[in-house]
């Protein structure tokens, strides 16, 4: 997962405004206690840091992936 990714991601669950927020308050206990944006800032792997985000917001499953996007033509 590109860093692009992980931000579009972000956004695309919990809204442009608060990811950025949440990126920077969320504390990531399994990341060695960084948030986001300190476990990314490290070198930890975006889709690492992007699941433990949803473990930590209780994300579902199905909406991990984030949302279908269909091919430009």
Request: proline share 5%; net charge negative.
């Given at each position: 997962?590109?860093?692009?990714d992980f931000w579009r991601l972000m956004d695309e669950?919990?809204?442009?405004?608060?990811s950025r927020v949440l990126a920077a308050d969320l504390?990531?206990?399994?990341?060695?206690?960084?948030?986001?944006?300190?476990?990314?800032?490290?070198?930890?792997?975006?889709?690492?840091?992007?699941?433990?985000?949803?473990?930590?917001?209780?994300?579902?499953?199905?909406?991990?992936?984030?949302?279908?996007?269909?091919?430009?033509?």
């Amino acid at each position: 997962m590109r860093l692009s990714d992980f931000w579009r991601l972000m956004d695309e669950e919990f809204g442009s405004n608060y990811s950025r927020v949440l990126a920077a308050d969320l504390v990531l206990t399994s990341l060695g206690g960084r948030t986001a944006a300190e476990a990314l800032a490290a070198g930890i792997p975006p889709k690492a840091v992007w699941l433990e985000v949803c473990e930590m917001q209780e994300v579902p499953a199905e909406r991990r992936l984030g949302r279908d996007i269909k091919p430009s033509r």
